[in-house]
């Protein structure tokens, strides 16, 4: 191995970024978000000129964002995908779990008197689906 001096043939006044910025430029030398911990990335040599044309996925609307999905696990993965497209860190973590009721009679003594209804309002779409399946 070399000494201080070597630089393993690269320019010795060459560039080099991290986290820190390197070369006192801190808002383009690296990202980072409140709860990040190490490791840290460190980038020498010419690629660090690249950064512009590289730095794609920082430009995604929700990047550096953590999103919490508390949707039902099934209905979650296709929202999630959605949002990591976008740039976002996708937590799930259901909060419910979609599941046909004990007993249907209640639903079917409703669906007998539905004429003397004007309106039938559903909250939300598993409402529907089970409204048609029950």
């Known amino acids: 191995m070399g000494g201080a001096g070597d630089t393993r043939g690269r320019d010795p006044l060459g560039n080099a970024r991290g986290p820190g910025g390197g070369d006192g430029d801190a808002a383009h030398a690296g990202r980072t978000v409140p ?3 190490p490791p840290a990335l460190i980038v020498v040599g010419e690629v660090v000129a690249l950064r512009e044309k590289l730095r794609w996925v920082e430009r995604k609307p929700l990047f550096g964002r953590r999103i919490l ?18 740039g ?3 937590v799930e973590f259901p909060t419910i779990r979609i599941v046909p009721p ?3 009679e209640p639903l079917d003594a409703a669906i ?3 004429r003397e209804y004007r309106w039938a309002i559903f909250t939300s779409a598993n409402g529907v689906r089970f409204f048609w399946i029950g």
Do not use: H, N
């Open 102 to 104: 004990d007993s249907w």
């Open 69 to 86: 999905i508390t949707r039902a696990r099934e209905q979650a993965s296709a929202f999630a995908q959605t949002l990591e497209a976008a």
């Open 88 to 90: 976002a860190e996708v």
């Open 112 to 114: 007998r008197r539905l």
């Open 35 to 37: 709860g990040d911990e």
